[in-house]
C-alpha cells in the first residue's frame, strides 16, 4: 500500500470482491446469524485504523474515502454495492490477499483488521465491545448487509444505488428477458460453428461472423461471414478461404462489416478487415499472415470499433501474460498511436478481448484477464476501472448508454478463468451510473468444468433484443423482453 498502485489495487479488491460470494458468506448475510450491525469493531481499533488508512490508502482513497483519480470510492453507495451480501471474512481475506500491491499480506492481520475497522467505522455500522480479529475463518460467519435490523443503532452513510433491487450480490439481479437459441435459419446442409462475432446493421439485418462449422476456419472454403433479416432468415455471405479465426465484429455508421482474424498463420490472419454490405474488401489492417508488434501489424487482434470521426481501434492480444495494447488508426488505416502495457496494474492491460464505445466518446475496453472493463478516452488516457460488470469477453453500449458485458469465462476454480463468486452470463447497466441492474445468467449447470460458456460476443438492436454469440454452444442465442 506504499504505492500509489497499491491503493488502486484495494479499491480493486472492493469491488471484485462484491463477486467472491462465497458459500459462507452468502448464508451469513441471509440468515439470521452476526452481521455487521452487531458492533464487531472497537471504537479504539477504527482510531487505530484510521491512521493506518491515513499511511497506506489515503493518497489514493482520499481523506473522505470517496475516491480520487483511478481509485473508486470506498464509502457511502461504492461500499454498500460491492460488499452487500458477503461475509467479513471474505472482505478481511481478499484484502489481505490482494495488497499491498506489490507485497501482499505483508502486514500483520491485526492492521489489516484496524483497516477493516476503519472502514465499517466510516459508514456508519456500529461499534461494539470486542475488537474485529484478524481470523477469516471466525470472519466468515458474519454477514454484511445494507438492510439496518429492527432496533440496530445507526444507519448506512448512503442507500444504495440498487436498493428498490436489494440484490444481495453480483448475480443476485433480475432477468427480464426470454431466451431463444433456434432463432437463425441456416442455409441447407449448412451448421453454425463456435462464434464470438455478432453485429446489428442499420437495417436490422443480423451478421454473425462463425468459425466455417467448427472452431477455425484455416482449411475451409466456407463463407465464415453470414447475413440474415430480421427474422432470421439467411440471405447470404462471403468471406471464404480469407481467414483462420473471425474473433472480433463491428458494424459501422455507412453498414460497413468490420472483422478481426486473430490468429496469423497460413498466409493470412493477424488482421483487421473492413467490408461493404456487399462483401467488397474496402481496407485492411495488419500483414496477412504475420504476427508482431510493430504499429503497421497486430500480434492477435480482437476486437474493433469504430468512431464517429472514422477513426480506429483496435483491441490487441489475446494469450495472457504475452502482449497487450490498444492501438489507434484514422479513418484511412494511417496509426495514430498506442497505449497499454501488458500487467495488472491501473493503467496495465492482460487480454484486451473486447472494445465498444459510448455517447461521449470513451472507450470501454475488456481487459478480461484482470476481469474488470477499462475506460479510456480516445487519446488513451484512463478515466476509470470497473469490476461490476464481471469477467469481460464482450461488450456493446446502445444508444442509450447501457452497457451489455459478456461474462463467458468466470469460475471458481484455480487457473484459467478464475474469478471466484461470479456467474458467467449478460451484465446490463449504465454507463452514467456504473450501477449493473439486470443479469441473464448462463445455464450451464457446470461452468467450472469448461473454459468457456454462454455468450463471448454481443449486440443489441435498436429495439433492445440482445444478440449473443457463443463459442462452446456453437450458436448465437436471441435474448428479448
Not at 491515513?54 to 453507495?77: F, I, K, N, R, W
Not at 451480501?85 to 478481511?92: I, T
Not at 469477467?391 to 452497457?403: Q, V
Request: hydrophobic fraction near 35%; aromatic fraction near 10%; charge should be neutral.
Amino acid at each position: 500500500m506504499l504505492k500509489k498502485m497499491s491503493h488502486v489495487a484495494l479499491a480493486a479488491a472492493t469491488v471484485v470482491l462484491a463477486g467472491a460470494l462465497t458459500f459462507s458468506g452468502s448464508l451469513s448475510a441471509q440468515s439470521g446469524g452476526r452481521t455487521v450491525w452487531d458492533g464487531i469493531y472497537t471504537n479504539a481499533q477504527a482510531a487505530r485504523g484510521e491512521t493506518a488508512y491515513a499511511q497506506y490508502c489515503g493518497v489514493c482513497h482520499g481523506v473522505s474515502l470517496d475516491g480520487t483519480g483511478e481509485a473508486p470510492g470506498l464509502a457511502g453507495a461504492a461500499f454498500l454495492s460491492a460488499w452487500n451480501g458477503l461475509s467479513m471474512g471474505d472482505m478481511y481475506d481478499r484484502v489481505r490477499m490482494t495488497m499491498p500491491f506489490d507485497r501482499p499480506n505483508s502486514l500483520s492481520r491485526e492492521v489489516y483488521a484496524d483497516i477493516v475497522a476503519y472502514m465499517l467505522k466510516y459508514n456508519d455500522f456500529p461499534a461494539g465491545e470486542r475488537e474485529l480479529v484478524g481470523r477469516p475463518e471466525m470472519l466468515s460467519i458474519i454477514g454484511i448487509s445494507d438492510r439496518r435490523p429492527a432496533g440496530a443503532a445507526g444507519s448506512p452513510t448512503t442507500a444504495p444505488p440498487s436498493a428498490d433491487a436489494a440484490h444481495g450480490g453480483p448475480n443476485d439481479y433480475p432477468n427480464p428477458y426470454r431466451t431463444d437459441t433456434n432463432f437463425f435459419q441456416l442455409p441447407a446442409g449448412r451448421t453454425m460453428g463456435s462464434t464470438s462475432a455478432v453485429a446489428v446493421d442499420s437495417k436490422g439485418n443480423i451478421w454473425i461472423a462463425d468459425r466455417c462449422g467448427v472452431n477455425s476456419c484455416s482449411d475451409s472454403k466456407l463463407d465464415p461471414i453470414m447475413m440474415f433479416d430480421p427474422n432470421g432468415r439467411f440471405v447470404r455471405s462471403f468471406g471464404g478461404g480469407m481467414f483462420n479465426f473471425p474473433h472480433g465484429f463491428f458494424i459501422d455508421g455507412q453498414d460497413n462489416v468490420w472483422l478481426t482474424d486473430e490468429r496469423a498463420e497460413g498466409g493470412k490472419g493477424g488482421t483487421v478487415t473492413k467490408f461493404s454490405p456487399a462483401g467488397k474488401v474496402l481496407l485492411v489492417l495488419g500483414k496477412r499472415g504475420v504476427s508482431g508488434q510493430g504499429t503497421d501489424m497486430f500480434f492477435e487482434p480482437n476486437d474493433v470499433v469504430v468512431a464517429p470521426n472514422g477513426n480506429i481501434f483496435v483491441v490487441d492480444g489475446h494469450s495472457p501474460d504475452k502482449f497487450s495494447r490498444v492501438m489507434k488508426f484514422d479513418a484511412k488505416g494511417k496509426f495514430i498511436q498506442q497505449w497499454g502495457t501488458l500487467g495488472s496494474k491501473a493503467d496495465e492491460l492482460n487480454v484486451p478481448h473486447a472494445i465498444t464505445i459510448d455517447s461521449a466518446g470513451r472507450l470501454f475496453v475488456g481487459d478480461r484477464w484482470n476481469n474488470r472493463v477499462q475506460i479510456y478516452d480516445q487519446d488513451g488516457n484512463l478515466q476509470n476501472s470497473w469490476t461490476q460488470f464481471g469477467r469481460p469477453s464482450g461488450l456493446f453500449i446502445d444508444k442509450n448508454d447501457i452497457l451489455y458485458s459478456a461474462d463467458s469465462e468466470s469460475r471458481a476454480t484455480e487457473g484459467y478463468g478464475h474469478n471466484p463468486g461470479w456467474k458467467r452470463g449478460i451484465r446490463i447497466g449504465s454507463v452514467k451510473d456504473g450501477i449493473v441492474r439486470a443479469f441473464i445468467p448462463d445455464p450451464n449447470p457446470e461452468p467450472d468444468k469448461s473454459a468457456t460458456s454462454s455468450a463471448e460476443g454481443i449486440w443489441v438492436d435498436g429495439s433492445g433484443v440482445i444478440y449473443g454469440a457463443q463459442v462452446r454452444e456453437k450458436l448465437v442465442a436471441r435474448h428479448a423482453k
